[in-house]
């Protein structure tokens, strides 16, 4: 079963719009991630947040969490056509000996030139 | 390049056959994952080892299994293969045992069952 579910799932946006994705889980976490996946490609990290952390910038992208409701969100700035792709959140809870990091369902984003 | 190498690529083979995948974690990582993504299930979190030893396991079906070796790369063997099993099967590695760290994925192996 999915720790996290992305909201929408999918986006279509010109370029030069900003892009927000919506993330929601439903245990406690250690700290939430978001991936970016091209189609059929590995997916890449772009940016960590930890349990205690409200907010996150990295570039182009803004990332909040909300603890109390059991979200987060990804925003993309002044979005390019090379933004296209899929986006995932990853809660990461410790199971004892190890962490399991945990992939929502994603949000496909298209960016239109 | 993220610096984890997964073998094959592609792979398809028949019902009840049994394959083999293979990953080399990043130089210096010691902990591997993988996962599993199709288009039902989304991507499902299969296993991870640190330093050759099982760490965390997740949804991982019984006619499946990995190990990883001294050498720190990993191996997922699935047997008894069924339609259902076609999806594509990514390897992450990371520096840290547990907690508090990125994952670096490969490009995945799509494994196709006929």
Not at chain 1, 74 to 89: G, K, N, Q
Not at chain 2, 63 to 91: I, K, V, W
Request: proline letters at 2%; aromatic letters at 8%.
């Amino acid at each position: 079963s999915q720790q996290g579910e992305e909201d929408p799932q999918a986006l279509s946006i010109q370029e030069g719009e900003n892009a927000t994705m919506n993330c929601s889980y439903k245990t406690s976490i250690n700290n939430l991630q978001w991936y970016r996946q091209n189609s059929g490609r590995g997916l890449v990290h772009l940016i960590l947040i930890r349990s205690n952390e409200r907010e996150k910038h990295s570039g182009r992208l803004r990332v909040t969490l909300d603890t109390s409701k059991k979200s987060s969100s990804l925003l993309i700035t002044a979005s390019r056509a090379a933004d296209t792709a899929s986006y995932f959140c990853a809660t990461e809870l410790f199971t004892g000996g190890g962490n399991k990091l945990t992939f929502g369902t994603g949000t496909q984003l298209k960016v239109e030139l | 390049d993220s610096g984890v190498t997964q073998t094959p690529k592609h792979l398809i083979t028949a019902t009840g056959q049994r394959v083999t995948l293979r990953c080399s974690p990043r130089s210096g990582d010691l902990s591997v994952y993988w996962y599993q993504q199709s288009l039902d299930q989304g991507l499902q979190f299969l296993i991870q080892y640190y330093n050759g030893e099982e760490r965390a396991k997740g949804n991982i079906l019984e006619r499946f299994s990995a190990q990883q070796f001294p050498d720190l790369h990993s191996e997922l063997n699935l047997s008894s293969l069924e339609l259902g099993d076609s999806a594509l099967y990514f390897c992450a590695s990371s520096a840290y045992p547990g907690g508090t760290g990125e994952l670096f994925f490969g490009e995945g192996s799509r494994l196709t069952v006929l």
